[in-house]
């Protein structure tokens, strides 16, 4: 069983930081890429940003220069340094691994639970 559990999320006045993490956890062979999506209410969810195994970042514009994706492949765990946090940024931020399961032969991507983001003005 594979599990991605993700912390981190809280109430912050804009202009501020919080760092996001995910790990990954259970009977892993390999892990591609992770990333964060995030779905603020009345929204589609959306991509905010993914990170491959060799390092290769994406993100989506209205991120760019304000958040910082990175991984720690020791610990499975994918991290989301926010800062300059502004209203329109409070969503449900969900993660997410492409991982290959020993007990099965195909990638799967695997989400977490999500945790809330909440920025006040």
């Known amino acids: 069983q594979v599990q991605l559990v993700e912390s981190g999320g809280d109430l912050v006045q804009a202009g501020g930081s919080l760092r996001l993490s995910c790990a990954a956890s259970?009977?892993?062979?390999?892990?591609?890429?992770m990333g964060w999506n995030r779905q603020a209410p009345g929204k589609q969810r959306e991509l905010v940003a993914a990170?491959?195994?060799?390092?290769?970042?994406n993100y989506a514009d209205s991120v760019k220069d304000r958040f910082t994706v990175s991984r720690d492949n020791a610990k499975n765990t994918v991290y989301l340094q926010m800062n300059s946090l502004k209203p329109e940024d409070t969503a449900v931020y969900y993660c997410n691994a492409d991982i290959i399961p020993r007990l099965g032969s195909r990638r799967y991507r695997y989400w977490g639970q999500g945790t809330q983001v909440t920025v006040s003005s």
């Open positions: 259970g009977s892993i062979f390999s892990i591609d890429a």
């Open positions: 990170i491959t195994s060799g390092g290769s970042t």
